[in-house]
């Protein structure tokens, strides 16, 4: 009999992965780490104090190349850290004046390229030590001065944008999608294979992270829209439209 099923992310099952290292320097799997991660959230909601409540972990089926993937969400799953979109005048000064809006908030990452207009869009990561409370205190603050958008739920920001950062690009009739696909030997030149050469490609960011599944980030000059994802449909792999995602207006 179940009572409850809990909901978690990824990045709050890396989280979890960390908060077991650090506990006792064993490295579980995401699938072994998961009823950890369920078990912080349900106390978390439930707002426990001074249970016991114990967790099974199942495996520690982990690659190196899975932990890189580990280590860069864990502090986001922690809430430890934030990912915001920040839009700045494009002027001499404007990187000092965002930084003291900072405060003492530690910087874990920040991307900027010169974009040529009067604004510019910057993507800056921010430790944190007080959760969520301290990271909508932190938005709330800097949007008396800027425009700011918070991207530490964006799958396509963490995932592909972060790694992106340098300007848009001319590109007419551009179109962005989001794949997923198994992860297997010569999986990427399968997949290009399938999208074939009836469309000229103009962005493209993938990254092997050791999952089942590989992500890839994918820009395509296409007019034709319906005619496009007819042929998405017939590849049969996932795939979202991410023309409309603000990182992807800002940064791309």
């Given amino acids: 009999l179940v009572d409850e099923v809990v909901?978690?992310?990824?990045?709050?099952?890396?989280a979890a992965i960390k908060d077991i290292y650090e506990d006792v320097r064993s490295v579980a799997e995401p699938a072994g780490a998961l009823a950890t991660a369920g078990v912080k959230k349900y106390i978390n909601d439930n707002n426990l104090k001074g249970?016991?409540?114990?967790?099974?972990i199942s495996g520690a089926n982990v690659n190196f190349d899975r932990l890189r993937y580990i280590a860069e969400r864990a502090d986001l799953g922690e809430l430890t850290?934030?990912?915001?979109?920040?839009?700045?005048?494009e002027r001499a000064g404007s990187f000092l004046e965002f930084c003291r809006h900072l405060g003492e908030h530690s910087v874990t990452e920040f991307n900027y390229r010169h974009a040529g207009d009067?604004?510019?869009h910057i993507f800056v990561g921010v430790g944190l030590s007080d959760g969520e409370s301290e990271k909508r205190a932190l938005i709330d603050n800097l949007s008396k001065s800027f425009e700011v958008n918070d991207m530490s739920d964006n799958s396509m920001a963490k995932t592909h944008i972060r790694y992106m950062i340098g300007g848009r690009a001319s590109a007419d009739n551009e179109v962005i999608y989001r794949f997923e696909f198994p992860e297997r030997p010569g999986a990427l030149l399968?997949?290009?294979?399938?999208?074939?050469?009836?469309w000229s490609i103009s962005l493209f960011h993938y990254r092997n992270h050791g999952a089942d599944f590989g992500r890839v980030l994918i820009g395509l000059q296409a007019s034709n829209i319906v005619e496009l994802e007819s042929r998405f449909d017939e590849i049969g792999y996932y795939y979202q439209s991410e023309s409309d995602n603000q990182a992807y207006q800002y940064f791309l």
């Fill in 81 to 89: 850290e934030a990912i915001i979109a920040v839009t700045i005048p």
């Fill in 190 to 198: 399968k997949f290009l294979e399938k999208i074939g050469t009836r």
């Fill in 51 to 56: 249970n016991r409540i114990v967790s099974v």
């Fill in 118 to 120: 009067k604004q510019a």
């Fill in 7 to 14: 909901l978690v992310s990824n990045d709050e099952i890396c």
